[in-house]
């Protein structure tokens, strides 16, 4: 019996390659870099105050360019390479040659070339999260040179470490199953760690920072959501079971979540907040990330309930009784929405991680359970090692982050500002790229009453009469 020709294997299409695995992993790739290009700079973009807009989208789009290509040249193979440490790889310009590119990869039924482009979009994602902290304030020729630098000495590691199948704590048996430490805990820390170093915002754009397009903010939000079909959904390496009931859990904790933070924000402030929603979104989509594969739809659900209330809790309420937190300048609270969620979402992986799931995902090892089910078979030990490793997990990634990005925020200091001018500070987009996202309205002004509005108009008038 002979197979279609379409199956069969030839120079294009070897016999190791999976042809639906290669389509829905580079779509899936697709899908999380749609997330940063537009949905992050469109994000960036509207949800700042006016005369920081263009500033805010651009250093979105320059970190995603800057990433690809270190990414290329030495990212990937530091961070999914040959280890040169038990926490790192070695660099390996090789990347770039067609023979690595189209050999079949570490994982997947694909070649390297996929696994490149799809490992790529995670780790542009993870600098342009940090942004979020430091957006209002920081020199662009300073943000030009951290890119690069944290990329190289963070991101690869956490990536190695966690993801590699030579990485240390991957060994250990942390489970992460889609970034919710390699990313959103290392953008939280990292971001928090940046601005502590940058310094805060002017005190008039700490008071008041009010988003200039609300409905371009929630354009942003949701090419974010729905692109987190392919973050969490090709975790796996291939289309099969365990990415489709990530897909599922994704959206069911992610739309939890809004919800929570959203009748929070009623119940306490009266009124439902878009930009609250947005938070709650985040935070949910977040909080599954690590567990998206590995835990049952009510397990889902239970999960957004808790990222919906205690992140809101951390940044509504703890934030402002706890001194440090209160003076250093996270301008899109990424410490609570990815921080935190991180976290929560990692630690919560430990209890809630069902083992027939984990075996999908993890293979027969054993040692994968969550401590609930664990407890239930009589294997709590194994459960409570599980949280244990959770924990270390967060631990390295919080240590490795605040020493690793305070070094490189003093370096870069060294060579060029950390903060803009006091004038560009004032200006906002004119003055650092001469350019600006509108060209009539000011902050919060209607056109009446801006310098072009009839009110203006009208009092110059009489001015010139007189």
């Not at 489709?244 to 933070?261: D, F, G, K, M």
């Not at 003055?431 to 600006?436: C, S």
Request: charged share 10%.
């Amino acid at each position: 019996m002979s197979l279609p020709s379409s199956l069969l294997p030839s120079e294009g299409a070897p016999e190791w390659l999976n042809k639906g695995d290669n389509s829905w992993q580079l779509t899936a790739a697709t899908l999380v870099g749609l997330q940063s290009v537009p949905g992050l700079v469109i994000l960036y973009g509207s949800v700042v105050k006016k005369k920081w807009a263009v500033n805010s989208a651009f250093m979105a789009l320059y970190a995603f360019a800057a990433v690809l290509i270190c990414w290329c040249i030495w990212g990937f193979s530091m961070a999914f390479g040959e280890p040169l440490l038990p926490f790192w790889g070695r660099p390996d310009a090789n990347v770039l040659e067609q023979k690595f590119l189209l050999a079949q990869g570490f994982a997947g039924l694909y070649p390297n070339a996929t696994l490149v482009y799809f490992q790529f979009v995670f780790a542009a994602i993870t600098p342009i999260l940090i942004a979020g902290s430091l957006l209002g304030r920081m020199n662009f020729k300073a943000w030009m040179l951290f890119v690069p630098l944290w990329l190289t000495f963070s991101y690869t590691i956490g990536a190695f470490s966690l993801w590699s199948p030579n990485g240390f704590l991957f060994k250990a048996g942390v489970m992460d199953f889609a970034g919710g430490y390699v990313i959103h805990l290392s953008s939280g820390i990292a971001g928090l760690t940046a601005a502590y170093w940058v310094g805060p915002r002017v005190a008039k754009d700490r008071e008041r920072f009010p988003p200039n397009n609300i409905l371009l903010t929630l354009t942003g939000a949701g090419l974010l959501w729905l692109g987190w079909t392919g973050f969490n959904g090709g975790a796996p390496y291939a289309a099969n079971l365990a990415a489709s009931i990530a897909i599922v859990n994704t959206h069911l904790c992610t739309a939890t979540s809004l919800l929570v933070w959203l009748f929070l924000d009623m119940f306490f402030f009266s009124k439902p907040s878009v930009i609250g929603a947005v938070q709650g979104m985040i935070t949910g989509l977040v909080c599954i990330t690590p567990a998206a594969g590995l835990v049952q739809p009510w397990a889902a659900i239970i999960m957004g309930v808790l990222s919906g209330s205690i992140p809101w809790f951390t940044m509504m309420v703890l934030h402002k009784k706890i001194q440090f937190l209160k003076k250093v300048d996270d301008t899109l609270a990424v410490f609570h929405t990815h921080g935190i969620a991180g976290s929560l979402g990692g630690i919560l992986t430990g209890i809630l991680a069902d083992p027939r799931l984990n075996r999908l995902f993890f293979g027969d090892d054993p040692s994968y359970v969550g401590l609930a089910y664990a407890i239930k078979m009589g294997r709590a030990t194994a459960g409570l090692r599980q949280i244990g490793m959770q924990f270390a997990g967060i631990g390295f990634i919080l240590a490795l982050n605040v020493v690793i990005t305070s070094v490189i925020c003093l370096l870069i200091k060294l060579v060029v500002p950390l903060r803009l001018s006091e004038e560009e500070l004032q200006v906002g987009d004119d003055a650092i790229h001469g350019e600006d996202a509108y060209a009539v309205w000011g902050d919060g002004e209607t056109y009446e009453k801006s310098i072009h509005g009839y009110e203006n108009f009208a009092s110059a008038k009489a001015e010139e009469m007189a």
